[in-house]
């Protein structure tokens, strides 16, 4: 499974973006596709995910109501919307997915094993 990340950049505090991911190969067996996101000097961290064959999302409670995750209209894409950016939110972000993720482990970076490059979003103050 490949993934390719994009959408990323500079926005002021209160802006939007849109991130997307596209995966490619081996993908019908993968359960959710994860966004997560990382500063310097921090963990990773989810953002959020949402099930492949489903329409159920998950959502951490930082970007909860702020963040929309969505099928995208090109197959095997997923789309990461992002309102009212803070500049907490300024951090590395990632799409990641796998054959064996379980919903009890769907916040956990170390249960994903296809990882996308991650697209850097940086919002100022």
């Known amino acids: 499974v490949q993934l390719q990340a994009s959408g990323g950049g500079l926005v002021q505090a209160g802006g939007s973006l849109r991130l997307s991911c596209a995966a490619s190969?081996?993908?019908?067996?993968?359960?959710?596709l994860a966004w997560f996101r990382q500063a310097p000097g921090k963990d990773r961290e989810f953002v959020a995910a949402?099930?492949?064959?489903?329409?159920?999302?998950y959502y951490s409670d930082t970007v909860k109501g702020r963040f929309t995750i969505s099928r995208g209209n090109l197959k095997n894409t997923v789309s990461l919307q992002m309102n009212s950016l803070k500049p907490e939110d300024t951090a590395a972000y990632y799409c990641a997915t796998d054959h064996g993720v379980i919903l009890s482990r769907l916040r956990d970076p170390r249960a994903y094993v296809y990882w996308g490059q991650g697209t850097q979003v940086t919002v100022s103050s």
């Open positions: 190969g081996r993908t019908f067996n993968n359960r959710y």
């Open positions: 949402i099930q492949w064959s489903g329409s159920n999302t």
